[in-house]
């Protein structure tokens, strides 16, 4: 208990200063459509701690959220994807893709988080529908008539959201169509087991059919085996993220990826 309580203050006085270091850094996700093109990526964040080295979001994501440091360490990361985003929209292969921005029950409910994100879009002048904020149904929950306020003064503006982790909480169609959504999650939970699991089949299939009755579009998380791609492409689902696509890798090797995919597509035509 000793050793744990002390590895905690340790990484909360680490914390606290990574934010005036710049010890944070953003790595990205590819995700793809049907045909394998690159179709944008989901930011991720790492620490590179002057001693331990690359620290998992797993390992301090929690901790910032007690502490409050979720709110400027969020800001920090929809700034830097608002830059990566303009730095890709001056370019032929890259000038299309999407980045999602993970944002937490906590950001969201942040007084000045609406402002942030206008601020953040306005300053590096980046179409702000290619920044897609994904979203938990927990979060959603708090209090959804704040929730949909700031997502409709969001979604005026041109950003997109994204409901991460679907199906895995209270999932309600009664909040679900009061939300400007434009993407459903598939949770890897039930994209582990789809390819031996009737009841995740089922579930996955009601998700892509609910998704494409409400206009919406849907991707899958998790996506580890052709198997698993091939039984979620047959029903209906045509965006895809996970090991089998690509890990996170910082940004520069994304970057490679992307370009690389897509000019073998451009190439084949």
Not at 28 to 33: K, L
Not at 177 to 198: E, G, H
Request: with cysteine; aromatic share 6%.
């Amino acid at each position: 208990m000793e050793a744990a309580l002390q590895h905690r203050s340790q990484i909360e006085a680490g914390l606290r200063l990574a934010l005036k270091r710049d010890e944070f850094e953003l790595h990205a996700q590819v995700q793809v459509d049907s045909d394998h093109r690159p179709i944008g990526a989901e930011a991720l964040l790492r620490w590179r701690h002057p001693e331990r080295g690359l620290v998992a979001p797993v390992e301090f994501i929690g901790l910032a959220e007690d502490l409050g440091l979720i709110v400027p360490i969020g800001q920090w990361v929809i700034e830097r994807a608002a830059a990566q985003l303009a730095a890709w929209q001056g370019q032929a292969l890259l000038g299309r893709l999407t980045l999602a921005v993970n944002v937490s029950a906590r950001q969201l409910h942040d007084p000045g988080f609406v402002a942030m994100v206008r601020r953040a879009v306005a300053t590096h002048g980046i179409d702000p529908g290619l920044l897609k904020l994904e979203i938990t149904e927990s979060a959603v929950l708090n209090d959804i008539n704040e929730v949909v306020g700031l997502m409709q003064a969001l979604g005026e503006s041109g950003v997109r959201f994204s409901m991460d982790d679907f199906g895995t909480g209270y999932s309600s169609l009664q909040y679900l169509k009061r939300l400007p959504l434009s993407q459903l999650k598939i949770d890897r939970s039930f994209v582990n087991d789809i390819a031996t699991d009737p009841n995740d089949q089922a579930i996955v299939r009601t998700i892509i059919a609910m998704a494409h009755t409400m206009n919406l579009d849907v991707i899958a998380e998790g996506v580890e085996t052709e198997l698993q791609r091939s039984l979620l492409g047959a029903a209906g689902c045509t965006r895809f993220q996970g090991y089998l696509i690509g890990r996170p890798v910082p940004v520069g090797e994304f970057e490679a990826l992307a370009r690389s995919l897509l000019e073998r597509r451009r190439d084949a035509r």
